[in-house]
């Protein structure tokens, strides 16, 4: 099990190496001041989605990369 502070080292390196310097900025910003529930977000992020349908998207991005 990872610590909480290598659980965040890895999240930082995550967002910075997509989102570059700039705009990772702006995404932690952008959480903090929204006051962002990641918890209340999960629920509706795939509402119309199945679990096969999930898996199939994920295979395939899996299959393309």
């Known amino acids: 099990m990872k610590t909480d502070n290598e659980i965040i080292n890895t999240g930082f390196q995550s ?4 989102l570059g310097m700039v705009d990772a900025e702006r ?3 952008l959480i903090k001041r ?3 529930d990641y918890t209340e977000w999960q629920k509706n992020l795939w509402v119309d989605e199945s679990v096969e349908s999930l898996s199939a998207k994920a295979q395939q991005a899996w299959d393309n990369a």
């Not at 967002?15 to 997509?18: C, V």
């Open 34 to 36: 929204d006051k962002f």
């Open 15 to 18: 967002i910075f190496s997509t």
């Open 27 to 29: 995404f932690i910003m």
